[in-house]
């Protein structure tokens, strides 16, 4: 049974950085993919950042520049730094994690975390 835990969210005025951290527990991630997706009120999950094993990472448009993802693989954890938060940032964030090969900017997610809220005020 594989448990994503997120932590790190928050309110935040525009402008303002917020760090979400995600640990893993349950089995060894090692060699998956792991990343965030997010959910506005209303709006369907998107995909937000990912980033493989290798080090390979990919972002959405929509945050790239502003957002930087990493991992530590000897904590199990992955890390999404938010920086320039704007209101339309406002979602409950969700880590994930794929298989080896996945693609997780399609929607190929084997587990996720329960979500934690990040507001960002005007």
């Known amino acids: 049974q594989v448990q994503l835990v997120e932590s790190g969210g928050g309110l935040v005025q525009a402008g303002g950085s917020l760090r979400l951290s995600c640990a893993a527990s349950?089995?060894?991630?090692?060699?998956?993919?792991m990343g965030w997706f997010r959910q506005a009120p209303g709006k369907e999950r998107e995909f937000v950042a990912a980033i493989r094993r290798t080090g390979g990472i990919e972002y959405a448009d929509s945050v790239k520049g502003r957002f930087a993802i990493s991992r530590d693989m000897a904590k199990a954890t992955v890390s999404l730094q938010m920086n320039s938060l704007k209101p339309e940032d406002t979602a409950v964030y969700y880590c994930?994690?794929?298989?080896?090969?996945?693609?997780?900017?399609?929607?190929?997610?084997?587990?996720w975390g329960q979500g934690t809220q990040v507001t960002v005020s005007s």
């Open positions: 994930a994690a794929g298989l080896p090969g996945w693609d997780l900017s399609r929607g190929s997610v084997a587990y």
């Open positions: 349950g089995r060894t991630l090692s060699s998956h993919i």
